[in-house]
């Protein structure tokens, strides 16, 4: 009994130093889960009508850039799939910061639709998400570790709820309310047994979500699955340059050649060239609205030879166990790993740990006064 009251201890300050951030970490994550279904819903210019001919290289999409938008960095030229607009996007940090997509007919090229990310709701809403609306460099840190407090807090309520005998067992799996049921016992009871049984799955949540924000937990969870693969982004290295290989552009060779080895893929990407001396890199899935089976190719944008990378994002095939779960991590976390119901069960746990400070704050708080009262 001592040492649960000592992890009572411990529950109460960590859930009132952090309930608050919790609570705002949680919501914004529930509205996420069904980003692409919401968008898909609201957004028309996502589609386009399929035609019996060829759509356009990426070359042709690039030209239209350098014509449209001369002053911005073309990142990639996203084919989503047979139905959908090809999706060019721009992003850059410095010096002016800017994060847009233009929404093209994938036969003509015609622009149907601009849209800036960063003005958009889902944008918003990440950045409650990530930032609590703050400074990236205030917000990141204080969600990252407040996720990793919420953690425990998890841990030690399992503590907490963990029966002492089998009578007690009784009134921790389900609801026994009567009509004289005071309003504090079913707080009580929505807490705990609440938090029973979404503790499993908000361990899974907590965890992908920490993989994101803290880089020494990230490390050390790969380092732990066995993984031995750098987990940083690096696009590689082509030779020097020795000028152009053939007549056609080099992102329509690689588009090619993507197209001929993933002939049933979902969607394709071809990645511009970041400078005179990177690779270009393009991506090809199997899997809609999924990210962990990307195939993730690098080509010498001068010889078109393939150039092999070190890090997590390259060939699935070539991905061991802790590599294919660092690439889930993301799908895991909103769900998306088991399709809808996933996203359907990621969006119940959350608004289920959105709860839980709000009743426990209120179980302290009714505490609290019932101490004043009898003093």
Not at 133 to 146: A, C, F, N
Not at 230 to 236: A, E, K, N
Request: net charge neutral.
């Amino acid at each position: 009994m001592k040492f649960k009251k000592q992890i009572g201890k411990v529950h109460l300050w960590l859930g009132l130093s952090t309930g608050l951030v919790v609570f705002i970490i949680s919501i914004t994550g529930s509205f996420y889960a069904f980003q692409k279904e919401i968008l898909d819903a609201t957004e028309d210019f996502r589609f386009s009508k399929v035609e019996d001919r060829d759509v356009l290289p990426p070359s042709v999409f690039e030209k239209i850039s350098k014509t449209q938008y001369p002053d911005h960095h073309l990142h990639a030229i996203n084919y989503p799939g047979e139905g959908r607009s090809v999706e060019t996007i721009y992003y850059a940090f410095e010096p002016v910061e800017y994060y847009f997509s233009v929404y093209h007919n994938p036969y003509t090229g015609a622009i149907i639709e601009t849209k800036d990310h960063e003005a958009s709701f889902f944008h918003w809403i990440l950045d409650g998400h990530y930032y609590l609306w703050l400074p990236p460099e205030i917000g990141q840190p204080v969600t990252s570790y407040s996720t990793l407090l919420f953690l425990l807090m998890v841990i030690s309520g399992i503590v907490l709820w963990w029966p002492k005998n089998k009578s007690a067992a009784k009134q921790r799996f389900w609801f026994r309310w009567k009509d004289s049921t005071k309003w504090r016992r079913k707080n009580y009871d929505l807490h705990n047994i609440l938090g029973f049984y979404s503790c499993v799955f908000a361990v899974i949540l907590v965890t992908t979500g920490i993989v994101f924000g803290i880089q020494w937990f990230a490390n050390a969870y790969y380092k732990t699955l066995g993984g031995d693969k750098d987990l940083l982004y690096i696009t590689p290295s082509s030779t020097a340059f020795s000028g152009k290989i053939t007549e056609r552009p080099a992102i329509d060779l690689v588009w090619d050649k993507m197209l001929q080895e993933y002939p049933d893929a979902v969607s394709l990407e071809v990645h511009t060239p970041e400078s005179d001396t990177s690779a270009i890199a393009a991506n090809a899935n199997y899997k809609e609205d999924m990210y962990w089976s990307t195939d993730y190719r690098y080509f010498d944008q001068y010889t078109m030879e393939e150039v092999s990378v070190n890090h997590v994002y390259g060939r699935l095939k070539d991905a061991g166990v802790a590599e294919k779960l660092m690439r889930m991590n993301y799908d895991i976390h909103v769900g998306a790993i088991f399709g809808l119901p996933g996203k359907i069960l990621a969006f119940i746990i959350s608004i289920l740990c959105a709860s839980l400070p709000v009743t426990g704050f209120l179980v302290w708080l009714g505490k609290k006064k019932k101490n004043s009262i009898e003093q």
